[in-house]
């Protein structure tokens, strides 16, 4: 959905489905409105969702990636999650360690919203349309930390 949006620089914790995967071959692009290959052009393997399942594990570099940028941010906004799946429920904790206003964005209140220094209890398409997130990242000098 990102990219679809023009977003750039994303980091993909769990995958994508607009990627497929043979436990052989690797990951091929399949970007369309449904899949163009279910099996891989190589072997004639099923081909899976590029996505990590309950029960996989996490890729490295992708986790590594994720920990640098919350570690830099300057504003941390979780948005509709229920802070409980690991390890992306720990960004939170990392981003207010390393000084990073952190705003929870969520009907409900979580296991971690004591971490936030500001809870938001709307649901996103309202929150988000109300909050002042500019005037916040002006205020901070900017939208990451340099080295």
Request: net charge negative; charged share 20%; with cysteine.
């Amino acid at each position: 959905m990102h990219q679809r949006a023009g977003s750039r620089n994303v980091i993909e914790l769990h995958g994508s489905m607009w990627r497929m995967r043979c436990q052989t071959h690797g990951v091929f692009e399949d970007m369309g409105e449904t899949y163009r290959h279910h099996t891989c052009p190589h072997c004639n393997a099923w081909l899976r969702p590029d996505i990590t399942w309950f029960g996989d594990a996490m890729n490295d570099q992708v986790m590594k990636a994720a920990d640098d940028v919350v570690s830099r941010c300057d504003l941390f906004v979780a948005i509709g999650t229920s802070a409980i799946v690991w390890p992306a429920a720990g960004f939170p904790e990392l981003a207010r360690d390393y000084g990073a206003w952190c705003v929870e964005i969520n009907p409900e209140a979580t296991e971690l919203s004591s971490l936030y220094h500001e809870t938001i209890r709307l649901p996103a398409s309202e929150a988000l349309r109300q909050h002042p997130f500019t005037t916040i990242l002006h205020t901070l000098g900017g939208t990451t930390k340099q080295d």
